[in-house]
């Protein structure tokens, strides 16, 4: 996944939690970058159709925006899945994160062979918690 | 395009080491498969094809996990992986099917090495392996895996 995959999925997440259009504050926050360095991107995401970016009320994606943000969210969950279910690693999450830029989609393809993913997949992901809402109800019903 | 992102530490290289011997221990496991769910015994050309792709698969997890050893990292065992893919693999394949897939094991790890590759160099992080003894290694699969691509495509044209 590239950066502008990982911009794409952050925006597309924080649109679904604001059930509107997303500060560049918030984006920059989930990101873990700064301001200046999230405009820029988004900037040139805007220049490739990808968002709509008005000021001091957010930014949009467009459709064509959404498709690829909800690829590159379909991806990180392949890859959160494929953590815990084949290699057990526990802190999967910051380990997703990790690896998100350097797996390629061709990859969690390939992946995606050996795990069960749910058909719904990415529209289970749980933003607040960072992980398939399915995967976490697994996890719970496991420890029971 | 992806990004190359540096390689951090022996942990994330460990990490990655260890899903390059998942995608290959996918292609041996899947490859045998084919072999036995398709009529391969009819073809010899694909039945080779199936069992030379198991065989440099083996090798290349073996090479791989020689890496992951010197790292301190444990490896996924191959029956674990078998037993996954036969869960989830679907046997309506033909030999078109078959030969697809093939390729996309090929093209599939030759992203993963190439992409390994530049993100290991572009990494200053002294690992617990040697650097040039893991490049090696490295370029040397993917090279192979080059080999693989253009073996799949060679009897894909010819049955054209």
């Given at each position: 996944m590239n950066t502008q995959a990982q911009y794409l999925k952050a925006i597309y997440?924080?649109?679904?939690?604001?059930?509107?259009?997303?500060?560049?504050?918030?984006?920059?926050?989930?990101?873990?970058?700064?301001?200046?360095?999230?405009?820029?991107?988004?900037?040139?995401?805007?220049?490739?159709?990808?968002?709509?970016?008005?000021?001091?009320?957010?930014?949009?994606?467009?459709?064509?925006?959404?498709?690829?943000?909800?690829?590159?969210?379909?991806?990180?969950?392949?890859?959160?899945?494929?953590?815990?279910?084949?290699?057990?690693?526990?802190?999967?999450?910051?380990?997703?994160?990790?690896?998100?830029?350097?797996?390629?989609?061709?990859?969690?393809?390939?992946?995606?062979?050996?795990?069960?993913?749910?058909?719904?997949?990415?529209d289970c992901f749980n933003a607040e918690e960072d992980v398939c809402g399915l995967l976490e109800l697994e996890a719970e019903v496991s420890s029971d | 395009m992806s990004l190359t992102q540096p390689v951090g530490s022996d942990h994330q290289l460990a990490r990655l080491l260890q899903i390059g011997i998942v995608l290959e221990e996918v292609v041996e496991a899947r490859a045998a498969k084919h072999a036995e769910e398709t009529d391969a015994s009819l073809d010899p050309a694909l039945r080779d094809l199936l069992d030379h792709a198991a065989a440099e698969s083996a090798d290349h997890r073996r090479r791989l996990e020689g890496l992951v050893a010197d790292l301190e990292a444990e490896t996924v065992p191959f029956e674990?992986?078998?037993?996954?893919?036969?869960?989830?693999?679907?046997?309506?394949?033909?030999?078109?099917?078959?030969?697809?897939?093939?390729?996309?094991?090929?093209?599939?790890?030759?992203?993963?090495?190439?992409?390994?590759?530049?993100?290991?160099?572009?990494?200053?992080?002294?690992?617990?392996?040697?650097?040039?003894r893991l490049l090696d290694v490295l370029r040397t699969i993917r090279e192979e895996e080059a080999d693989g691509v253009e073996e799949v495509t060679d009897l894909m044209e010819e049955r054209q």
């Open positions: 997440l924080t649109q679904e939690q604001e059930d509107g259009p997303a500060s560049t504050g918030d984006i920059a926050e989930l990101l873990d970058v700064s301001p200046a360095s999230a405009n820029e991107m988004i900037g040139k995401l805007e220049d490739r159709g990808l968002l709509d970016h008005e000021k001091y009320k957010g930014v949009d994606l467009t459709d064509e925006g959404i498709q690829q943000a909800r690829d590159a969210l379909q991806n990180y969950c392949i890859i959160e899945r494929f953590l815990v279910e084949v290699l057990e690693v526990e802190d999967f999450r910051t380990e997703a994160k990790q690896l998100e830029g350097v797996i390629d989609e061709t990859v969690a393809e390939r992946l995606d062979t050996i795990i069960d993913r749910e058909p719904q997949c990415p | 674990e992986i078998q037993m996954l893919v036969e869960a989830q693999y679907e046997a309506d394949e033909d030999f078109d099917g078959v030969l697809y897939d093939q390729l996309c094991n090929e093209e599939t790890a030759y992203k993963f090495y190439d992409d390994l590759i530049a993100s290991i160099e572009a990494s200053d992080t002294a690992f617990g392996v040697d650097r040039e």
